[in-house]
């Protein structure tokens, strides 16, 4: 799967965004693109070279029926994007898309005739949206968990590493203490001084 630093460069231009939410559709050809997009086909040319150095998408060459072969696009990977921006927090990660390969079973909502697939599809949007609305009320207690944690670092005699340790170690929460800590604050000795004045912050009114 491509990088999430590859995903966010490529992503950022509105024309690679609209190339790519035509080719999840199907595969286009660039001459194709360029008359639904409204863009020069040496700009799509441009962005499409972009798109497939980056790994994201993939070219073949097809034959048509009504002239030359043409070099067909499509993308090469599935992913959701996740960026949270709160109090105390900055994450941006990506998720796999899910495969049949990964051995779990997909139930499909039984739906026929065009009016009962949208209804289907409706009501698969709503879930989502609830499954969203639950996981903003969980990164809240998250982030207010952390909030009143790192006040323990207010005023003296806590100075910036104190809090740029606490804060990494908050965020960090399965990896060990002293390898963050190793990360973040130079020097054996100052790392677990430091480790110390955090901890006694935490239990002072313990």
């Known amino acids: 799967m491509t990088d999430i630093d590859t995903v966010l460069t490529m992503i950022n231009n509105p024309t690679r965004r609209r190339i790519l939410q035509a080719l999840v559709r199907e595969p286009h050809y660039p001459l194709q693109l360029s008359k639904e997009l409204g863009v020069s086909q040496q700009a799509v040319m441009k962005n499409l070279d972009l798109l497939e150095r980056s790994g994201m998408v993939v070219s073949h060459r097809e034959t048509s029926t009504i002239g030359p ?20 927090m900055f994450t941006a990660r990506m998720v796999e898309g899910w495969h049949e390969e990964d051995g779990k079973e997909q139930v499909m909502p039984k739906a026929d005739g065009l009016e009962q697939v949208r209804k289907a599809i409706a009501d698969l949007d709503a879930e989502i949206d609830a499954i ?6 969980l ?29 990494n170690l908050l965020n ?19 790392m677990k001084n430091t480790i110390e004045e955090i901890e006694s912050a935490m239990n002072a009114d313990n």
């Open 172 to 190: 960090r929460p399965t990896a060990p203490m002293e390898e963050v800590a190793a990360d973040v604050v130079p020097g054996r000795e100052r």
């Open 139 to 167: 990164m809240g207690r998250r982030e207010r968990m952390i909030s009143e944690a790192m006040s323990r670092l207010d005023g003296d005699p806590f100075q910036y590493v104190h809090r740029n340790l606490m804060y």
């Open 69 to 88: 072969m043409r070099t067909m696009y499509e993308p090469t990977t599935e992913f959701t994007l996740v960026i949270d921006m709160r109090g105390c």
């Open 132 to 137: 969203h609305a639950q996981l903003s009320e």
